[in-house]
Nanobody, 116 residues
Framework: VQLVESGGGMVQPGGSLRLSCAAS????????MTWVRQAPGKGPEWVSG????????YYRDSVKGRFTISRDNAKNTLYLQMNSLKPEDTALYYC??????????WGQGTQVTVSS
């Protein structure tokens, strides 16, 4: 089982990034997916989630209207489009795969730094 995040980097405030999470080794389309972030010195923070079929999405209040989660089950890939980035969005971003009565899978994370 692998979840591999990519797309992080350094961007100025107001900029955009698109994170990807490539999944392998399990039936991606059966799993609900989430993005979780952790800023330096802080605990993990749930950011966004999408159900297995992709028809329902969820966001924490601080990213609503700026972030968009999506998935391509044919490509076994999860995405997070992040617009209007703020310094407080700086964190290590992880993707996470969840399914009832199954182990939860985590990626290794991709760093997002928002700074002028």
């Amino acid at each position: 089982v692998q979840l591999v995040e990519s797309g992080g980097g350094m961007v100025q405030p107001g900029g955009s990034l698109r994170l990807s999470c490539a999944a392998s080794g399990f039936t991606f389309s059966n799993y609900d997916m989430t993005w979780v972030r952790q800023a330096p010195g802080k605990g993990p923070e749930w950011v966004s989630g999408i159900i297995s079929g992709g028809t329902s999405t969820y966001y924490r209040d601080s990213v609503k209207g700026r972030f968009t989660i999506s998935r391509d089950n044919a490509k076994n890939t999860l995405y997070l489009q992040m617009n209007s980035l703020k310094p407080e969005d700086t964190a290590l971003y992880y993707c996470n795969a969840k399914k009832s009565l199954s182990p939860t899978y985590w990626g290794q994370g991709t760093q997002v730094t928002v700074s002028s």
